[in-house]
């Protein structure tokens, strides 16, 4: 596997150990079958107990069983995942930083009792609510309310492009909490957003996949419709209200997948220097033509490129010192690589590499989606343009 600088060299003995399982679980249980999934728009929900019995969702988080690993070692977990494909990144990445971490950071005692257990151990899976219809990059417009009736919420609105939905038991949703109060209403006269979390068979909940993805296709995306969904008090997050609520977790997550494009990235350059080495044209291997070790020397460069820095995040973030704008770049910068890079090594897989025999253009079309959640390539930029230049440019 490409480490051309040694940073595996310096791995602590649990960061080993995550990395090995990983990926013996993935070359084992999952790589023989993604393809198939690729192709059929499925995903191996057989195996979503088996990751929790693994550890793999939150095991950067203590407490109520998980084993609250190093930043690098959960870091490591994501790239092995996404080594394999994007979608068992989601799944574990949206698990764990999406919906185990705001129950982690923010949840009542009973809450935390209640779902990290279950969800940590796959028993339980959950999807985070944010995006509706009318606004993806900037969801403060969200539309959503909940308004109070009593010690209950009435939910009222709709989420798109809600990874797990269809087959999820909770949602955390985010929703304009139009019954006052809360931290961020003061300045701007909004109703604060809050976190909800909404059991997805109470009444009124309704999911829909969305089916006709030519992108993360081994991952089940959908729609959620909430209309006039009574949910306990209880079940809102009770620290946290405003956006820090949901962008917190999207820092997150954002963490995990500027480590997991690195994987996809190395994925691709190891399919594309095994084939160079083993097709032969014009009387020997491809490998040994000038144009085609340029295209792994790039990539290599690149792909070292983008490790160097999510090596450093890890470092950042186990001292506390990362901030989301660190990650914004990571993510930005990962992305467009295993992007830029999955296509150069389908292009070097000649008209094998357009089938799912092999993995680049798998995730080349993985990219795609990755490239846009959690938040856009362009939206990176414009954060990075703000930190840079103390001006915002969004609007
Ligand atoms: C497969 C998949 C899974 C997803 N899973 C989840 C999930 O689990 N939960 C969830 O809440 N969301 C999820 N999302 C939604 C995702 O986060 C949004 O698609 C994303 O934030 C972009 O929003 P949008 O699609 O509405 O695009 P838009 O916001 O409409 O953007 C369209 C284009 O305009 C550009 N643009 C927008 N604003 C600006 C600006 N100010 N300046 C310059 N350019 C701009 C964008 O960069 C983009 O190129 C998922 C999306 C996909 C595709």
Same mark, same amino acid.
């Given at each position: 596997? %490409?480490?051309?600088?040694?940073?595996?060299?310096? &791995?602590?003995?649990?960061?080993?150990?995550?990395?090995?399982?990983?990926?013996?679980?993935?070359?084992?249980?999952?790589?023989?079958?993604?393809?198939?999934?690729?192709?059929?728009?499925?995903?191996?929900?057989? %195996?979503?107990?088996?990751?929790?019995?693994?550890?793999?969702?939150?095991?950067?988080?203590?407490?109520?069983?998980?084993?609250?690993?190093?930043?690098?070692?959960?870091?490591? %977990?994501?790239?092995?995942?996404?080594?394999?494909?994007?979608?068992?990144?989601?799944?574990?990445?949206?698990?764990?930083?999406?919906?185990?971490?705001?129950?982690?950071?923010?949840?009542?005692?009973?809450?935390?009792?209640?779902?990290?257990?279950?969800?940590?151990?796959?028993?339980?899976?959950?999807?985070?609510?944010?995006?509706?219809?009318?606004?993806?990059?900037?969801?403060?417009?969200?539309?959503?309310?909940?308004?109070?009736?009593?010690?209950?919420?009435?939910?009222?609105?709709?989420?798109?492009?809600?990874?797990?939905?269809?087959?999820?038991?909770?949602?955390?949703?985010?929703?304009?909490?139009?019954?006052?109060?809360?931290?961020?209403?003061?300045?701007?006269?909004?109703?604060?957003?809050?976190?909800? &979390?909404?059991?997805?068979?109470?009444?009124?909940?309704?999911?829909?996949?969305?089916?006709?993805?030519?992108?993360?296709?081994? =991952?089940?995306?959908?729609?959620? =419709?909430?209309?006039?969904?009574?949910?306990?008090?209880?079940?809102?997050?009770?620290?946290?209200?405003?956006?820090?609520?949901?962008? =917190?977790?999207?820092?997150?997550?954002?963490?995990?997948?500027?480590?997991?494009?690195?994987?996809?990235?190395?994925?691709?350059?190891?399919?594309?220097?095994?084939?160079?080495?083993?097709?032969?044209?014009?009387?020997?291997?491809?490998?040994?033509?000038?144009?085609?070790?340029?295209? &792994?020397?790039?990539?290599?460069?690149?792909?070292?490129?983008?490790?160097?820095?999510?090596?450093? %995040?890890?470092?950042?973030?186990?001292?506390?010192?990362?901030?989301?704008?660190?990650?914004?770049?990571?993510?930005?910068?990962?992305?467009?690589?295993?992007?830029?890079?999955?296509?150069?090594?389908?292009?070097? &897989?000649?008209?094998?590499?357009?089938?799912?025999?092999?993995?680049?253009?798998?995730?080349?079309?993985?990219?795609?989606?990755?490239?846009?959640?959690?938040?856009?390539?362009?939206?990176?930029?414009?954060?990075?343009?703000?930190?840079?230049?103390?001006?915002?440019?969004?609007?």
């Amino acid at each position: 596997m %490409l480490d051309y600088v040694g940073l595996e060299a310096d &791995l602590g003995e649990e960061e080993r150990l995550i990395r090995d399982t990983a990926r013996e679980f993935v070359d084992e249980r999952v790589r023989p079958d993604i393809g198939d999934h690729f192709q059929a728009g499925t995903f191996p929900t057989d %195996l979503i107990e088996e990751m929790g019995e693994m550890g793999f969702y939150a095991p950067n988080l203590d407490g109520y069983g998980l084993p609250n690993v190093s930043e690098t070692a959960y870091g490591i %977990l994501m790239q092995e995942l996404e080594a394999c494909d994007s979608g068992l990144r989601s799944m574990a990445s949206v698990q764990g930083a999406l919906v185990m971490y705001p129950i982690h950071a923010y949840g009542s005692g009973d809450q935390k009792e209640r779902w990290l257990p279950a969800l940590g151990e796959g028993e339980a899976v959950g999807c985070f609510g944010l995006t509706e219809p009318d606004h993806g990059s900037n969801p403060s417009a969200m539309e959503t309310t909940a308004r109070k009736d009593g010690d209950a919420y009435v939910l009222d609105g709709s989420k798109t492009w809600i990874t797990n939905a269809p087959i999820a038991d909770v949602a955390v949703v985010w929703a304009r909490d139009e019954s006052g109060g809360g931290e961020d209403s003061g300045s701007t006269g909004e109703a604060p957003v809050r976190g909800f &979390l909404v059991e997805t068979d109470r009444d009124g909940v309704t999911t829909n996949e969305i089916d006709d993805k030519l992108s993360l296709r081994a =991952s089940i995306t959908g729609e959620i =419709s909430l209309q006039g969904v009574r949910v306990p008090e209880a079940n809102v997050l009770p620290g946290v209200s405003g956006m820090k609520g949901p962008l =917190s977790c999207l820092t997150q997550a954002r963490y995990g997948i500027a480590w997991g494009a690195v994987g996809a990235a190395r994925d691709c350059f190891e399919q594309a220097r095994e084939y160079a080495l083993d097709r032969d044209q014009f009387g020997g291997p491809i490998a040994r033509f000038q144009l085609q070790q340029e295209k &792994l020397a790039e990539m290599a460069t690149q792909i070292t490129t983008a490790q160097l820095l999510a090596y450093r %995040l890890a470092e950042l973030k186990e001292r506390g010192d990362l901030t989301p704008q660190h990650v914004s770049m990571a993510k930005r910068n990962n992305v467009r690589t295993a992007r830029d890079q999955s296509r150069v090594a389908r292009e070097m &897989l000649g008209g094998n590499g357009i089938t799912t025999d092999y993995s680049p253009m798998r995730h080349m079309a993985n990219m795609e989606t990755v490239y846009t959640y959690e938040g856009t390539h362009d939206i990176h930029t414009l954060v990075l343009g703000e930190d840079l230049t103390g001006i915002a440019a969004y609007e």
